[in-house]
């Protein structure tokens, strides 16, 4: 049986596996954070890139939609593999972040 790819959400620090229905891309899009938001909270960020990795959405979709430099979304999904779910919080980020990325940060601001 073809089962619809696999993403995840967060409960508090737990990562929960979920199904997209596959039925409709549009129902799945609205399942997303909104496309202004400005408060990036881990769970709208590790939200994203599930939908990135489940197909839903390209990478450049992504960045489009929700007005991220490609920079930024490449970093949230490193940060994701490599430190899971916690290592997208921005209080974290400075500890996660490999020194020259923190470097090249600091200077683009």
């Given at each position: 049986?073809?089962?619809?790819?696999?993403?995840?959400?967060?409960?508090?620090?737990?990562?929960?596996?979920?199904?997209?229905?596959?039925?409709?891309?549009?129902?799945?899009?609205?399942?997303?954070?909104?496309?202004?938001?400005?408060?990036?909270?881990?769970?709208?960020?590790?939200?994203?890139?599930?939908?990135?990795?489940?197909?839903?959405?390209?990478?450049?979709?992504?960045?489009?939609r929700?007005?991220?430099?490609e920079?930024?979304?490449?970093?949230?999904?490193?940060?994701?593999?490599?430190?899971?779910?916690?290592?997208?919080r921005?209080?974290?980020?400075?500890?996660?972040?490999?020194?020259?990325?923190?470097?090249?940060?600091?200077?683009?601001?």
């Open positions: 049986m073809n089962q619809p790819p696999a993403a995840f959400t967060t409960v508090g620090e737990q990562v929960k596996i979920v199904r997209l229905s596959g039925e409709s891309r549009e129902k799945d899009l609205e399942k997303l954070p909104p496309t202004n938001t400005k408060r990036w909270v881990t769970r709208r960020k590790a939200q994203v890139v599930a939908a990135v990795r489940s197909g839903l959405l390209t990478f450049e979709e992504a960045c489009e929700y007005r991220l430099s920079e930024e979304f490449r970093s949230w999904i490193n940060l994701l593999d490599r430190h899971g779910v916690r290592g997208l921005a209080t974290q980020m400075q500890k996660y972040r490999p020194a020259e990325e923190r470097h090249a940060h600091a200077a683009a601001e």
